[in-house]
């Protein structure tokens, strides 16, 4: 059985021996949601690379201390993928989250594509922004990730252009694109962009626009994935061709 996951601020500088305390929320989840008692043994992560596994040696209502046994640190991904993610309707935009962390992306970017159906305005634009953070925090903890992803704030078309414009390899999913996706080159370092439109498509403007800034439109193959799917599944035939997945 998989040992239980925590997060910790930082694990910078933490050796075989010493203490960690964790508190606030994740301690209450760990002592009063999972139970974790004295003597049981837990993994600890910065998100940054590092983890320590240990044992529990005190709780509280709100704090959780593990002594530490060993500890572990990774160099992070590469190719590093970006998926720029159009804001689906409903609870879909978590759901592409969930599942995008659990493949390995370590950039998700909302985008306010043009034909996106919901809006992302004021004080829901901060909630729905903290639920895709929260989502991708849970799904990398549940995915025993050391290096956990990151969700930008909302982009605007001009700055997932930028975005394409940077990578080592940017492709745009289209259902009715000519090349498939097996047949771009996956570089080997660098970062890797890919686009998923919302559920009406990508304008053809913006599509000219992600073109023009060296973006590849493929298609996936015959079926149309849904928004919240199509990401995760382009990624995995990406990360298969790479050093990270052999």
Known sequence: MSLPVHLVPSLDGVAVGATVEVTGDEAHHAVA??????????VLTDGEGRSVTGAVTATGKRSLTVEVATVASSDKPSPAFTVVQALPKGDRGELAVEVLTEVGVDVVVPWAASRSVAVWKGERAVKAHAKWQATAREAGKQSRRSWLPTVTP?????AVRELVAEADLAVVLHEDASVPLSGVEVPASGRVVVVVGPEGGIAPEELAALEAAGAVTVRLGDEVLR??????VAVAALLSRTDRWR
């Not at 974790?36 to 837990?42: D, P, S, T």
């Not at 909302?154 to 001009?158: E, N, R, V």
């Open 33 to 42: 949601v999972r139970r974790l008692r004295v003597g049981e043994q837990v």
């Open 154 to 158: 909302l982009a605007s078309t001009d």
């Open 227 to 232: 928004t919240s799917t199509a990401g995760v």
